[in-house]
């Protein structure tokens, strides 16, 4: 059995003490919240972490090794612990919140009868019961699941909750239940324009709680490099254009189109492709590449750790993510690994889909296409390979743009005026 939360204790006076709620952590395809949390932690926010999933991942980022928070993690299935379970429900179930808690919880199951809802709520009633009595705000990262529980256990507990919404969570949740959470919650961040203008047409109160906040990077791990742009032209083989893709084999990734778009390819134009990432479909893509004869064309490197990737992208002349829209609605926000491609000089090639246009200027800072389109798609490749000019015009624009417009502490202003807390102890 998991202890009670507990609280990492700065050493400033602040005016909330906060439970972050996150589906699952650590995640290595999630460094983006990692980053926000170490950052939370620096402005001296008083907080406590409480994950819904335990890791799965082997490794971590260097960034989770800095988050000094302890954990607790809910019962990630209400069976493997019914005793903490029902000890929760005894010394909450009478308290003002309860009913309210339960009540806005049987609306919602009645509209979604699954196990996976009445998992949400078990996981409320031992976070709320096992949370400190000073925390004073529950912050979820995602509008889905996290949110669900994070806004049953702030009613219970009589307090506020907020959150922060990405990609999945918005595109896949039912207009109800998005409006309902907006209209009940405190504040809401969101990392793209795409996203902000979806929910505020959601929200019936107050549209101007919700905020734009870009996730951005922390240029501190991801530094500039005197970049040496290869002249290769895919003409030689012994010179391969070498591309790189990072990204989670699911189905929003699109990476079907790709590897179509990669057999389209010329036979005898040379390159090769550098896939950094782990996901359900990994098995199906080597399959449908083996059968496209790309096997020896194609590295399959699995997840790896932050400073794997990085050398990765400082290895490459190109890099390339098929986004799209996936059959559930389930698409990209602003993919954080074109940032990365772009901090180190590199040229990308994306797709048009959901927030990629807000990062990638088409024919400035890289080229983008309609997503699913595979002969669109593998006419940009064939021009990323071939002009080594073009490669590095888009990399030299694409790198500016980033550290202009996208530096995570410039962003976080946002968090720091929610959470009330000075942006001047962020490491820079």
């Known amino acids: 059995m998991n202890p009670p939360c507990g ?23 999630e460094t983006f919240i990692a980053q926000e949390i170490l950052s939370l932690q620096q402005m001296g926010l008083d907080y406590s972490l409480v994950s819904l999933r335990h890791p799965t991942d082997n490794k971590t980022h260097p960034v989770n090794h800095e988050i000094r928070a302890p954990i607790n993690y809910l019962p990630e299935y209400l069976y493997q612990e019914p005793w903490r379970l ?47 009595a000073d925390v004073s705000m529950l912050y979820a990262h995602f509008l889905h699941t996290p949110a669900s529980v994070a806004r049953y256990a702030a009613k219970i507990r009589t307090i506020k909750w907020s959150c922060s919404a990405h990609a999945k969570d918005i595109w896949t949740s039912p207009d109800w239940e998005k409006t309902e959470k907006l209209d009940d919650l405190e504040w809401l961040v969101t990392c793209t324009a795409a996203n902000s203008e979806h929910l505020k047409q959601l929200a019936n109160n ?3 709680k919700i905020k734009l906040l870009y996730h951005g990077l922390d240029f501190n791990r991801f530094p500039r490099t005197n970049r040496r742009y290869s002249p290769s032209n895919g003409s030689t083989s012994h010179a391969p254009v070498r591309l790189l893709s990072v990204g989670r084999a699911v189905e929003k990734k699109g990476y ?3 590897i179509e778009a990669l057999a389209s390819l010329p036979a005898d ?7 950094v990432g782990g ?12 059968a496209c004869n790309l096997s020896t064309r194609i590295k399959w490197l699995g997840a790896l750790p932050q400073k794997e990737v990085l050398r990765e992208y400082q290895r490459s002349d190109g890099f390339v993510l098929a986004s799209r829209v996936a059959r559930d609605g389930d698409r990209d926000g602003l993919p954080n690994v074109l940032m990365e491609a772009q901090s180190q000089g590199v040229a990308c090639v994306s797709t048009s889909v959901s927030a990629v246009p807000e990062l990638i200027h088409h024919g400035e800072t890289g080229l983008l296409v309609v997503p699913g389109d595979v002969p669109a798609l593998g006419q940009a490749l064939i021009r990323l390979i071939t002009e080594p000019q073009l490669r590095e015009r888009l990399g030299r624009a694409g790198e500016k743009r980033v550290r202009q417009a996208f530096e995570h502490k410039n962003n976080l202003r946002v968090l720091a005026d929610n959470f009330d807390l000075p942006m001047a102890a962020v490491s820079s």
Not at 269 to 275: A, G, I, P, R
Not at 283 to 290: G, S
């Open 206 to 208: 107050n549209p101007e």
């Open 256 to 258: 079907d189109v790709l």
């Open 7 to 29: 609280l990492y204790r700065a050493t400033v006076n602040l005016r909330q003490v906060v439970a972050i709620v996150l589906k699952g952590y650590p995640r290595l395809s």
């Open 279 to 290: 996901g359900a479909l990994s098995a199906d893509l080597k399959k449908r590449a083996n």
């Open 269 to 275: 134009l040379n390159w090769e492709l550098v896939h």
């Open 86 to 132: 029902l000890r929760a429900w005894r010394a909450v179930r009478t308290g003002d919140g309860y009913k309210k808690a339960l009540d806005i919880w049987l609306r919602d199951l009645r509209r979604d009868p699954s196990p996976n809802r009445v998992r949400r709520f078990g996981q409320a009633i031992v976070l709320a019961h096992e949370l400190p």
